[in-house]
């Protein structure tokens, strides 16, 4: 489960860009927030991947605080693909990129190896692990980072505009694969949805109706 | 001079390092004055076909090009890189953008005056954000910075690669006046690669194409 609580948030010395939202996601649930642009919808997802904190209020990844919970124990439960999925890449090769820093969080290199080339196989992208993930195209990135994200098993995945790089239908696709495996998952988009999430909300201005 | 702002003919293109070709024999015409946008599988060559167009290949990214590709009655390469008539937007405008201020951003990328530039920024809603530093802007406001900067230069051939993928419907509408608005004051032509283009909009270009019906042999 993730729980936001009365959250709120501003950026060093800015205006107040998220303003008191409160939002539930359960496992295999999939929750759609549309919102336009500038409305808050990255800075959302970034406080729910505990990749930033509420400077008021809480968010609860699986009843664990995101100010408390060091990042690498964060991993195990929520990952986030971003609007820019190259600024996420670190490997030289998608083998690399694969298995950087997964003993960390305490898995094994060979089963989150195996469990990468399966979803990216999955997901149509066929190049060979040796490829630099720089020469990809975007879209390829952003499933590339996917595999990544999944192939460490959290039990959350958030999507931070994922029209960009990929077409309605691999999406669908690529979201009708991560539902019937039980992730939860989060969209957060400036268009109208191509598929029926089980909770469609509006952000607008930093608030959630 | 021919009536094409773009014309490729069996054109094929290669990565070095790569065992197969992008794509092979790919033919597309663009008339002047059309605004062409392009769809087509992730991963298929959209971007290269650009990168192309631009001149960007083989100019900075070194890849085999055969075939003909005239733009604008020239070959690309004869181009000089300082006054060229073709604006590119890339993917990846987060690379592209200087650091600085919005309206600094925009005098640098296109050496208009501040006057243009303050008109421009309202047009696009974008008023209050002229003294902000453009990373601190959403992407969608990043990518009107981008299309505000691309069109200052007055270009003859505008090369998009995805737009309206991160823009609201309010936002892509704007996007779409400001081009109309470029195309009326002199000929322009518009190639803009999308996944996502919204459906009200499309009213306001010439056609759209799929990336696979160019290689059909
Ligand atoms: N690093 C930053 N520093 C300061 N302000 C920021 C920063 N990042 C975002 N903002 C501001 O926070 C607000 C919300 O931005 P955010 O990127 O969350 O919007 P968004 O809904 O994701 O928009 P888009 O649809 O364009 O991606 C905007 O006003 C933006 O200018
Ligand atoms: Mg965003």
């Known amino acids: 489960m993730i729980e936001a609580q009365s959250v709120w948030f501003s950026y060093a010395g800015g205006p107040t860009v998220?303003?008191?939202?409160?939002?539930?996601?359960?496992?295999?649930?999939?929750?759609?927030?549309e919102g336009p642009n500038a409305s808050g919808k990255t800075t959302l997802l970034k406080l729910l991947a505990g990749v930033y904190k509420p400077l008021r209020g809480r968010v609860l990844v699986d009843g664990l605080d995101t100010r408390k919970t060091p990042p690498h124990i964060l991993a195990r439960h929520v990952a986030m693909v971003f609007q820019d999925p190259g600024t996420q890449l670190v490997g030289r090769t998608l083998e690399e990129e694969a298995v950087f820093g997964v003993t960390i969080i305490g898995l094994d290199e060979g089963s989150v190896r195996k469990r990468f080339v399966k979803y990216l196989r999955t997901f149509g992208v066929l190049h060979p692990l040796s490829t630099p993930p720089r020469r990809l195209s975007l879209g390829e990135q952003r499933l590339v980072v996917l595999a990544a994200c999944l192939a460490r098993q959290p039990r959350f995945i958030l999507l931070d505009e994922p029209f960009f790089g990929l077409d309605a239908e691999t999406l669908t696709s690529v979201v009708q694969v991560l539902?019937?495996?039980?992730?939860?998952?989060?969209?957060?988009?400036?268009?109208?949805?191509?598929?029926?999430?089980?909770?469609?909300?509006?952000?607008t201005d930093g608030k959630l109706q | 001079?021919?009536?094409?702002?773009?014309?490729?003919?069996?054109?094929?293109?290669?990565y070095p390092e790569s065992p197969h070709p992008v794509f092979q024999n790919l033919s597309l015409e663009v008339s002047l004055g059309e605004f062409v946008v392009l769809h087509g599988p992730t991963g298929c060559g959209k971007t290269t076909l650009l990168y192309c167009i631009a001149g960007i290949i083989p100019k900075i990214v070194p890849a085999r090009i055969e075939g003909t590709l005239q733009v604008l009655g020239n070959d690309v390469r004869s181009f000089p890189p300082s006054s060229s008539p073709?604006?590119?937007?890339?993917?990846?405008?987060?690379?592209?953008?200087?650091?600085?201020?919005?309206?600094?951003?925009l005098c640098l990328l296109s050496g208009a005056s501040l006057s243009e530039v303050d008109q421009i920024l309202k047009q696009l809603g974008l008023g209050a954000s002229a003294a902000l530093e453009v990373w601190k802007l959403s992407r969608g406001k990043q990518t009107l910075v981008a299309l505000a900067a691309a069109l200052l230069r007055k270009p003859r051939l505008l090369l998009i690669d995805e737009a309206f993928s991160n823009l609201d419907l309010q936002s892509g509408r704007l996007a779409l006046q400001l081009i109309e608005q470029?195309?009326?004051?002199?000929?322009?032509?518009v190639l803009a690669v999308e996944h996502w283009f919204p459906k009200q909009l499309t009213n306001m270009i010439s056609r759209t194409l799929d990336f696979r019906s160019l290689v059909r042999s």
């Open chain 1, 18 to 33: 998220i303003r008191g939202v409160s939002l539930s996601v359960s496992p295999s649930e999939l929750v759609y927030i």
């Open chain 1, 179 to 203: 539902s019937s495996q039980g992730y939860g998952i989060v969209i957060a988009s400036c268009h109208y949805p191509p598929f029926s999430p089980n909770k469609h909300l509006h952000l």
């Open chain 2, 1 to 14: 001079m021919s009536e094409l702002a773009i014309l490729a003919h069996h054109l094929t293109v290669q």
């Open chain 2, 86 to 105: 073709i604006a590119f937007i890339p993917q990846r405008i987060d690379a592209a953008l200087p650091l600085t201020s919005t309206t600094a951003n």
């Open chain 2, 182 to 189: 470029a195309r009326r004051q002199n000929t322009l032509t």
